[in-house]
């Protein structure tokens, strides 16, 4: 079974930083799109940042200039550093992969299990 196991996050004073880091497990015929996510108390799921695969990365205005997406393909991993954390960074941050399982099979968004990032004033 392919799944995504997260690690990292916890709490923070405001300015400081923290790390996510994200592994693809199971066995997969290939990986596209990787990307983390967050969710807000009381806001929607949204994009944080995104890495295509070699064809660039985006990120969330809110984020750009304070956080880095990285990759590494050998591996199956992806990482978030965060840096000059905010309060209004606080959240639960999910990791989001596009993988195709077997040569086979269609593409498909698969999840991390979210780990709360926190961040105090």
């Known amino acids: 079974q392919v799944q995504l196991v997260q690690s990292g996050g916890g709490s923070v004073q405001a300015g400081g930083s923290l790390r996510l880091s994200c592994a693809v497990t199971?066995?997969?015929?290939?990986?596209?799109?990787m990307a983390w996510f967050r969710q807000r108390p009381g806001m929607l799921r949204e994009l944080v940042a995104g890495?295509?695969?070699?064809?660039?990365?985006t990120y969330a205005d809110s984020v750009k200039g304070r956080f880095t997406i990285s990759r590494d393909n050998a591996k199956n991993t992806v990482d978030l550093q965060m840096n000059n954390l905010k309060p209004e960074d606080t959240g639960v941050y999910y990791c989001?992969?596009?993988?195709?399982?077997?040569?086979?099979?269609?593409?498909?968004?698969?999840w991390g299990q979210g780990t709360r990032v926190t961040v105090s004033s």
């Open positions: 989001n992969a596009d993988v195709r399982r077997t040569a086979l099979s269609n593409r498909a968004g698969i």
């Open positions: 199971g066995s997969i015929f290939s990986l596209n799109a």
């Open positions: 890495d295509t695969n070699g064809v660039g990365t």
